[in-house]
């Protein structure tokens, strides 16, 4: 398995020349989830005081589009950076950000996101670091799922959970590394989301696929159909 140091260089290697529609993938998701909430403002702006209400609606938009609308865009940028990793720069394109809404992928890709979200959210109730532990065990299942697209969704989840056997705390730790590019996104009003979006994208993809070429190789995964 490569070190993190090994798996952050590959990446911005990797992304060289690409970074630019990567980023315009994510630009489209913040777009759509801000844009959804625009109704929700034109309707308190009859009462500007009805504070209340219109956190309200605000919070359920903002919830809808996190289970229904985010998760298979962010998907296109999962199988863009696949395509990067695989020798395949040339096939990426715009449509990657809808790909799974016309692939017959988009239901799978939502009850995945929302399985391992309360799956997370559960072993959380019991201490914080079981489920940091349990978000790091789900984070292959995506790009398991876009790889194998008849697998069942707990098929995917079983199959991450048995890819990060031994790689959770490496994997935490790339998460840790990418915090003080979180904290420079909030300075520079969340415009370094654009770059920094790719690039973990780009880190976790190298991840996935460091694991898979050290399980396919012991014959323990499924061949990638993309």
């Known amino acids: 398995m490569?070190?993190?140091?090994?798996?952050?260089k590959e990446a911005r290697k990797?992304?060289?020349?690409?970074?630019?529609?990567?980023?315009?993938?994510?630009?489209?998701?913040?777009?759509?989830?801000?844009?959804?909430?625009?109704?929700?403002t034109i309707q308190t702006l009859d009462n500007p005081f009805n504070v209340s209400q219109f956190a309200r609606l605000s919070?359920?938009?903002?919830?809808?589009?996190?289970?229904?609308?985010?998760?298979?865009?962010?998907?296109?940028?999962?199988?863009?950076?696949?395509?990067?990793?695989?020798?395949e720069k040339e096939r990426i394109t715009f449509d990657d950000a809808f790909s799974v809404f016309k692939d017959g992928r988009y239901l799978k890709a939502v009850a995945l996101n929302l399985i391992v979200s309360i799956f997370t959210f559960l072993w959380a109730l019991l201490l914080l670091i079981p489920g940091f532990i349990k978000m790091c065990s789900y984070a292959m299942a995506p790009f398991i799922l876009l790889d194998n697209p008849e697998m069942g969704i707990m098929d995917a989840i079983d199959e991450s959970r048995e890819m990060m056997k031994g790689h959770k705390w490496q994997f935490f730790l790339?998460?840790?590394?990418?915090?003080?590019?979180?904290i420079l996104s909030?300075?520079?009003?969340?415009?370094?989301?654009?770059?920094?979006?790719?690039?973990?994208s780009g880190i976790q993809t190298n991840f996935y696929e460091s694991l898979r070429i050290e399980r396919d190789?012991?014959?323990?995964?499924l061949e990638p159909e993309i």
Do not use: C, D, E
């Open 59 to 87: 919070s359920n938009a903002n919830l809808l589009v996190s289970i229904f609308v985010l998760p298979p865009i962010f998907y296109g940028v999962y199988l863009g950076m696949l395509k990067l990793f695989r020798g």
């Open 217 to 221: 190789s012991k014959g323990g995964y």
């Open 186 to 200: 909030v300075f520079t009003l969340g415009i370094a989301l654009f770059w920094i979006v790719p690039y973990f």
């Open 14 to 40: 990797r992304l060289h020349g690409s970074w630019a529609v990567l980023a315009l993938i994510a630009l489209i998701a913040f777009i759509i989830g801000g844009s959804l909430n625009i109704p929700m």
């Open 174 to 182: 790339q998460y840790l590394g990418l915090f003080g590019l979180v």
């Open 2 to 8: 490569k070190s993190n140091s090994q798996i952050r």
